[in-house]
């Protein structure tokens, strides 16, 4: 059975900053399971977006995306994104946005209702862990994952994202 929200968290743990995605994805797994929603989450860690993850989107209702974002002055942006070819400021080759336009294109009908959670992020050195202030920013971003697995439908994640 497909869960119904999907959630790809992109970085690499390996490279300062750029673990956000995946300590995130570590952090929600944790709080899902204590509170018995981890049936409704599928939960996808990679380095980065491909097009395959074009086909994980299959038989869902939202698509969350989580990554570090590089020259955002904000701490934490939530908001929903659709399918587009254009380039966007993601520390990775293939934006969210373009996995979106992958399925459009081969599924040939749009893709589930899809969000972005950027997480600031400043320092990729390989080898070092992430800084005080991505530490910082990772926390602000659960408090808004807690909100919205709290209810994980479309109508109450746009009333979230900015």
């Excluded at 899809?114 to 400043?122: E, I, P, T, W």
């Amino acid at each position: 059975m497909t869960a119904p929200v999907v959630v790809f968290a992109i970085g690499n743990p390996s490279r300062g900053d750029d673990a956000i995605g995946p300590l995130l994805c570590a952090r929600l797994d944790s709080w899902l399971l204590a509170r018995g929603l981890a049936g409704g989450v599928e939960l996808i860690e990679d380095f980065q977006l491909n097009i395959e993850h074009a086909i994980d989107l299959q038989g869902r209702a939202l698509a969350l995306f989580i990554d570090a974002a590089v020259n955002q002055e904000a701490a934490v942006v939530f908001r929903q994104i659709g399918p587009s070819a254009t380039i966007s400021h993601s520390s990775h080759a293939l934006p969210p946005q373009a996995v979106l336009q992958v399925y459009l294109q081969t599924e040939g009908v749009a893709p589930p209702p899809s969000f972005v959670l950027a997480v600031r992020g400043v320092a990729f050195a390989l080898g070092e862990a992430p800084g005080a202030a991505a530490r910082a920013a990772m926390d602000e971003a659960m408090q808004k994952l807690e909100k919205l697995f709290a209810k994980p439908e479309l109508a109450a994640w746009q009333a979230l994202a900015g």
